[in-house]
């Protein structure tokens, strides 16, 4: 008679690639995303415990929470995809702190760029000292 189908698993590489600004839907916890889109971080918690590190009174919404989510997933592909181009001019193949430092100062503008590499200087050098 007729052939039996397999069923294909959820991480198959035949799956369609997430494009940057797409919504999160593994994240959000649907069941039938996770055969048609790949993983994406989800960064809600640390979002969470740093609004409230800050604004220990102030809530945040699920659709608040889901932007901000989907920004720190696009600004952390755009560093890391930043990086690479810096490490592959220098003929390298090994990512160094150096190379998303000069990432980071590529793509951030001003006053954003100078707090963002002082307190990545100062994550390294905790990590250093643990080391």
């Known amino acids: ?9 959820s991480r198959s590489t035949t799956s369609k690639k997430r494009r940057l600004g797409s919504p999160n839907l593994k994240c959000s916890g649907n069941p039938e995303a996770v055969a048609v889109m790949l993983p994406e971080e989800c960064f809600r918690n640390y979002i969470y415990r740093v609004l409230k590190e800050v604004y220990d009174d102030t809530g945040i919404s699920k659709p608040a929470m889901n932007i901000m989510n989907s920004f720190v997933n696009i600004l952390f592909h755009s560093i890391a995809l930043e990086a690479q181009k810096v490490m592959q001019a220098g003929n390298r193949t090994t990512l160094t702190g ?29 990590f250093k000292s643990y080391s």
Not at 1 to 9: E, I, P, T, V
Request: aromatic letters at 0%.
């Open 1 to 9: 008679m007729g052939q039996k189908r397999r069923h294909s698993s």
């Open 98 to 126: 150096r190379d998303i430092q000069n990432a980071v100062r590529n793509l951030l503008p001003g006053e954003l760029e100078t707090h963002a590499e002082a307190e990545g200087t100062k994550a390294v050098n905790k």
